[in-house]
């Protein structure tokens, strides 16, 4: 497609429920991000993916976090056993390649809330 | 350690205004830089970009910044505010990884 996609772009769960994010890159772009945005912070690095590499796993919070990417296409975030804190914006964004100042482009978000 | 700063959370100015957001970064090296607006609801734009060269960079929106190695800062600015330029706006640096600064809001009162 033309930008990243992401959905849904709003998801209100129970906690102890398990949500699953989708980010569909901008076609071609290697490099694919995902970042947490709490209400009034900046961008917390979660994870990236490059090709077929193996993702960097660095800035998830907790084992309840994981991500999947199938070679260069989509990505589902999985937030198992939600808590309160998970309550934020889920930001995707995608690059041609990582590193030496590629641009990332971002998507909308999905906002989640936790009750 | 690496670390991105925007010193001021909130900004109000007037429109016609002009306009100057602070960062400052610890890194390394030079890293690149960006300077990113989110609109409500929205994902994040890229207003403009350095990489070498010219310290003094154009983005778009009528926004520029300038890149000053001394500081370790990179500012944006625009020299006349328009209402439809508040939002929030995040500088962020990186060489293979991006940082983020904790974002500066921007109100414009009519």
């Known amino acids: 497609g033309a930008g990243v996609s992401q959905s849904p772009s709003n998801k209100v769960t129970e906690k102890g429920k398990d949500v699953e994010l989708r980010c569909d890159p901008i076609s071609g772009h290697t490099a694919l991000y995902w970042y947490r945005q709490r209400l009034g912070q900046g961008l917390e690095f979660l994870i990236y ?47 041609f390649r990582r590193g030496q ?15 | 350690a690496q670390s991105v700063t ?35 609801g929205q994902g994040l734009q890229l207003l403009l970009k350095y990489f070498s060269g010219d310290t003094l960079v154009q983005g778009i929106k009528g926004f520029e910044a300038e890149f000053k190695r001394s500081q370790s800062s990179f500012n944006l600015r625009k020299p006349s505010v328009h ?28």
């Open chain 1, 49 to 95: 993916f490059q090709g077929n590499s193996a993702p960097d796993k660095s800035g998830l919070p907790s084992d309840r976090f994981s991500a999947e990417r199938t070679g260069e296409s989509v990505s589902t975030l999985t937030i198992q056993r939600t808590q309160q804190e998970d309550s934020a914006v889920y930001l995707c964004a995608s690059s």
């Open chain 1, 101 to 115: 100042g590629n641009i990332q482009y971002f998507g909308a978000g999905t906002r989640l809330s936790v009750l």
């Open chain 2, 6 to 40: 925007q010193p001021d959370i909130h900004i109000t100015v007037s429109e016609g205004a002009s306009l100057e957001l602070r960062c400052n970064y610890s890194y390394g090296a030079t890293p690149y830089l960006f300077w990113y607006v989110q609109s409500p």
């Open chain 2, 83 to 110: 209402w439809s330029d508040a939002a929030e706006y995040f500088c962020a640096v990186g060489i293979n990884d991006m940082r983020f600064g904790a974002g500066t809001r921007l109100t414009v009162k009519p």
